[in-house]
């Protein structure tokens, strides 16, 4: 990382992420309620961190010539840890076919939908002398 840029005036003293550390540190051993200097030292770290990426991120986004940070630029920020870009990459392809296989079952349950409606006319009201009209009369 290059250097650390000064937190923003607004962000002092309020911990981001305070819930997740305290979980994170219980799961590696630490007590139930770990020290609150631990979870503030660690939320500086880590707001630090994303707040480096994001600035790396779209310094390459303007070295590019675009405005908007796109996650191509992530990668290249990440691109010296190597363990880290392989679980982006990982995360990513898992998003994409959770995209995949959500479009492939609203289609096949929007299917199902029109079959039971009747060809997509099951809303609004009968028409007058239509079957099952409500009177409790039989034509015959």
Do not use: W
Request: net charge neutral; hydrophobic share 35%; glycine share 10%.
């Amino acid at each position: 990382m290059t250097e650390v840029r000064a937190r923003a005036a607004r962000h002092k003293g309020t911990l981001n992420f305070e819930h997740e550390l305290k979980a994170l540190l219980y799961a590696y051993g630490d007590s139930a309620q770990p020290l609150p200097e631990t979870v503030r030292v660690l939320d500086e770290i880590v707001t630090d961190f994303i707040i480096e990426t994001c600035h790396q991120a779209a310094k390459s986004a303007t070295y590019c010539n675009r405005q908007k940070i796109k996650v191509d630029d992530f990668k290249f920020a990440i691109r010296g840890n190597e363990v880290m870009l392989g679980r982006v990459q990982e995360l990513l392809g898992m998003d994409k076919e959770l995209k995949e296989a959500r479009k492939q079952f609203d289609v096949a349950e929007g299917e199902k939908g029109l079959e039971k409606a009747g060809k997509g006319r099951g809303r609004g009201r009968k028409k007058k002398g239509a079957e099952g009209d409500g009177d409790g009369e039989e034509d015959e």
